[in-house]
């Protein structure tokens, strides 16, 4: 079985922080996404990666960076932890074009 | 307007109802995909289909892709189907990547 996992279920942090989000996959995917999901707006895609060290802007890609070092790790990265990034963080991977594959997500609160 | 439409946004049935929730979109697709997210849990992909039917236990989902609409049925429906469905398309447009746009969701309560 896929399995996507990321680094913390529950965060809370304090404005103006630096945060990062990690997340692994152990199928040798070579895409990976960084989605934030909100009520009513739905997943929105942040940043995705389809090789290591290549990444390219999502939808949502202000106040956020990425950084895949290694093709089984991909991580987001909130430069100065703002109230209004506040939300859930999901991580998926997929193999070419085919289905993708979720991590649990990782609720991030900012205070 | 959202190039990914569900309807209804809320369902509520009763344990055994036959229930469909509809997904219409305005681009062109590679694909089309139905997710489940059930309450704190993560996201698992039901169906992937670019056409005709696939059905895997209870759930069937349906694509026609001239009329750019996809339905998932689920038959003999259970409390544990209470869940939020996405559809989600890959667009045929943008390069060649696996980037998905995404409905909001259905959520579905299955009531005993």
């Known amino acids: 079985d896929v399995k996507v996992t990321q680094s913390s279920r529950y965060l809370v942090k304090r404005t103006g922080e630096k945060v990062f989000l990690e997340c692994v996959q152990d199928m040798d995917h070579e895409n990976m996404f960084w989605y934030r999901q909100d009520p009513g707006l739905g997943l929105r895609l942040i940043y995705f990666s389809y090789d290591v060290k290549m990444k390219e802007k999502g939808d949502i890609p202000e106040g956020y960076s990425v950084s895949r070092e290694k093709k089984e790790r991909f991580s987001l990265i909130l430069e100065s932890a703002s109230t209004n990034q506040t939300s859930m963080y999901l991580c998926?991977?997929?193999?070419?074009?085919?289905?993708?594959?979720f991590g649990p997500g990782t609720r991030l609160t900012v205070l | 307007k959202n190039e990914v439409e569900q309807s209804p946004q809320n369902l509520t049935a009763q344990e055994g109802e036959f229930i469909t929730i509809n997904c219409s979109y305005s681009v062109g697709i590679s694909a089309l995909h139905w997710l489940q997210q059930h309450p704190g849990g993560g996201i698992v992909s039901l169906f992937m289909l670019s056409s005709g039917k696939k059905k895997h236990g209870r759930l069937i989902a349906t694509i026609n892709i001239q009329e750019k609409h996809s339905s998932l049925h689920i038959t003999a429906s259970h409390p544990r189907d209470s869940a939020v469905y996405i559809c989600?398309?890959?667009?045929?447009?943008?390069?060649?990547?696996?980037?998905?746009?995404f409905g909001t969701g259905t959520l579905l309560a299955v009531q005993p």
């Open positions: 989600a398309v890959s667009p045929n447009y943008g390069g060649a990547t696996n980037k998905l746009i």
């Open positions: 998926a991977s997929s193999k070419e074009y085919n289905e993708q594959f």
